[in-house]
């Protein structure tokens, strides 16, 4: 056989090869992008929209057809917690969603300026109030991890440095968002996702008769969460109870000072399912 044969046969093989390799790889990038299509297509969510978002449950169908991901809610939100999905996220580029870990919605503009600020009615304009809204269902986790279940305390900031997320405190700044990091506690008894609900500050501030924004519409809101004692505990141990009027900003979440959450948002559960959650899970958002 000659060299010349023996080299073409060589550049046939390779180029099988190499076709072979592009063609994977295409099939693999082509899964990966239309499975950006599953959610779309199912009208399902693993993420949490910020308020007032048009969906039913776990039915994003509407939501995702109303969005023209313009990002205006996103320049408006006075702590940055609203993103647009990125590039990974499929044909679901450009929508929406909160991180409430990373920085939830504190609810501190009674204006609720995202939905004022969305041109399609994707955030429904028919919502008024913060406690109006149903972003999502807050449950109690991992009771095991709960500071206030073990009975303890808590001495420093909730989340350290360098954690960026930033709340609105109203005994500090009312309308300037502080690092989270930089408020320092001591508390006998851990209480924070109690103390830094958005609502139960709502609460608060009704029964002092300085109702928010002095509109006295938003007055009084239902409790969302309080501590109840832990059965079969000691005097010191309580429970995180999520009540009715929680409406899943995901607050709780990001306070909680424990290395994973205790109480965390599910944006994706139906009530039903929740159902079927143990006795510390609580369905909240029914306004």
């Known amino acids: ?29 082509l899964s990966v992008s239309l ?24 039915d994003e169908q509407e939501f995702f057809a109303a969005c023209i991901k313009c990002g205006q809610c996103v320049q408006v939100c006075p702590v940055e917690a609203i993103k647009l999905a990125d590039i990974d996220d499929g044909f679901g580029i450009g929508v929406p ?11 501190s503009c009674d204006g609720l300026q995202c939905v004022l600020a969305c041109p399609t009615g994707a955030l429904t304009h028919k919502l008024n109030y913060p406690a109006e809204s149903t972003m999502g269902f807050a449950r109690l986790a991992t009771p095991s991890r709960c500071l206030a279940v073990r009975g303890e305390g808590l001495k420093g ?42 609502i139960e500050q709502r609460i608060e501030q009704c029964a002092e008769g300085k109702p928010p924004s002095g509109d006295q519409n938003q007055c009084p809101p239902k409790h969302a969460i309080w501590l109840q004692p832990v059965a079969g505990g000691t005097s010191r141990q309580w429970q995180p109870e999520v009540l009715d009027g929680c409406v899943g900003c995901g607050v709780c979440e990001m306070v909680c000072p424990v290395s994973e959450p205790c109480i965390v948002i599910d944006d994706e559960c139906d009530r039903l399912l929740l159902t079927d959650l143990p006795s510390q899970t609580a369905v909240v958002g029914n306004i």
């Open 35 to 58: 499975a950006g299509y599953i959610p779309l297509l199912q009208g399902s969510s693993i993420r949490l929209r910020p308020p007032g978002a048009v969906k039913s449950g776990s």
């Open 97 to 107: 969603w909160i991180e409430a870990r990373a920085q939830a919605c504190d609810f």
């Open 157 to 198: 900031a909730a989340r350290p440095a360098p954690y960026a997320g930033k709340l609105r405190y109203p005994d500090i700044d009312r309308w300037v968002p502080q690092p989270v990091h930089a408020q320092q506690y001591d508390l006998e008894l851990c209480d924070l996702c109690v103390r830094l609900c958005p």
């Open 1 to 29: 056989m000659s060299t010349q044969r023996v080299k073409s046969n060589k550049r046939k093989t390779e180029g099988r090869r190499q076709f072979l390799r592009s063609s994977l790889f295409a099939g693999a990038l």
